[in-house]
């Protein structure tokens, strides 16, 4: 597998992080970084990470790019992928957060790529592939989107629990830590809500996933609705998630969800009595925790559940990425 990430940001000095941590056998032939901010900076923020630590080999630069441990990572600087020669890359994963239009996620495409990966929502993509929930429509798209964090978190959920129990209606909450589209002080964004500091405020907003489990999954269009708070954490987000269920499952409903589940690598589970910190790094799309499931009669219910919404988001990453490359 030869793999370009565009954008060194979150999602892309996350899912290099984890591409380091696989077997040697299991990493990619070529791995190559294109972003616009300088080398040196890029290889700052991988070294010294808020959220994960720093990282556990040596860090540096060459005239070539990073030099990790005692692996070279070529590393370019082109705002526009169509002026590289991308013919031997297999797959470029999207990171940008720009790819909103045809004539940016295909730029990739015009320079030798296969494939496309974005890294979030984008119009522009072939298709929408949450994994767990509608990977059987992966079929040969050349640009994907894989969703959003919470869109993976609450899709494979919902999948499972409509083909066995049936879904009539539903509400979800994601409670969601805060992010860079966020202001660090009071500043102007398309939202007043958002205008607001994200470090020291619960701030109610919107949430895409509403409209992606609609085109993820559209035998739910309209069915269930949704809603953020986004809220004073660095890291690890949560669904809160109330459904309206077609056949009864009373008390059992725990019994139902591990059932369902059994042997997920994307919805996991969890019996103690955590808080978000405690799921940092869990790779899973979302990990539920049995104490805090509730039901009211014997067909509503309320699940709570876990999701790092950058860790698990970029394993699901790098999941597409071999699905995508092994076609």
């Known amino acids: 597998m030869r793999l370009v990430i565009n954008g060194f940001g979150r999602i892309g000095r996350t899912v290099l992080r984890q591409y380091l941590s696989l077997p040697v056998s299991e990493q990619p032939r070529t791995i190559w970084v294109n972003d616009i901010a300088p080398l040196e900076t890029c290889a700052y923020l991988f070294r010294y990470d808020s959220v994960f630590g720093p990282y556990r080999e040596t860090v540096t630069t060459s005239p ?22 991308l013919s031997d890359i297999d797959l470029v994963m999207e990171c940008t957060g720009k790819a909103q239009t045809r004539d940016i996620a295909e730029r990739g495409l015009k320079a030798g790529a296969r494939a496309i990966l974005i890294s979030g929502p984008s119009p522009a993509a072939d298709e929408t592939i949450v994994i767990g929930a509608n990977d059987e429509k992966l079929a040969d798209h050349t640009i994907v989107s894989n969703a959003s964090c919470t869109t993976n978190a609450l899709a494979p959920l919902l999948r499972g629990l409509h083909d066995e129990l049936g ?76 459904l309206t269920l077609s056949k009864p499952v009373s008390s059992q409903i725990n019994d139902a969800l591990q059932s369902i589940f059994a042997g997920s ?49 970029s394993a699901r990453m790098l999941d597409m990425a071999k699905r995508m490359t092994s076609r």
């Open 64 to 85: 070539d790019g990073l030099v990790i441990g005692d692996r070279s990572i070529r590393f370019t600087r082109e705002p526009d992928l169509s002026n590289l020669d």
């Open 167 to 242: 879904i009539e209606s539903g509400h979800m909450t994601t409670i969601h830590c805060y992010t860079g589209s966020q202001p660090m002080v009071d500043a102007p964004r398309d939202t007043l809500e958002r205008s607001r500091a994200g470090g020291v405020s619960m701030v109610p907003t919107t949430t895409s996933a509403t409209k992606l489990v609609g085109e993820v999954l559209p035998q739910l269009k309209g069915k269930v609705t949704g809603a953020a708070v986004r809220v004073p954490a660095i890291s690890v987000s949560a669904v809160d998630l109330v």
């Open 265 to 313: 690598q994307i919805v996991g589970f969890t019996n103690d009595p955590v808080v978000s910190t405690d799921m940092r790094a869990r790779p899973e799309s979302l990990v539920i925790q049995l104490p805090e499931t509730q039901t009211c009669g014997d067909r509503q219910v309320r699940i709570f559940g876990w999701y790092d919404n950058e860790w698990g988001f």
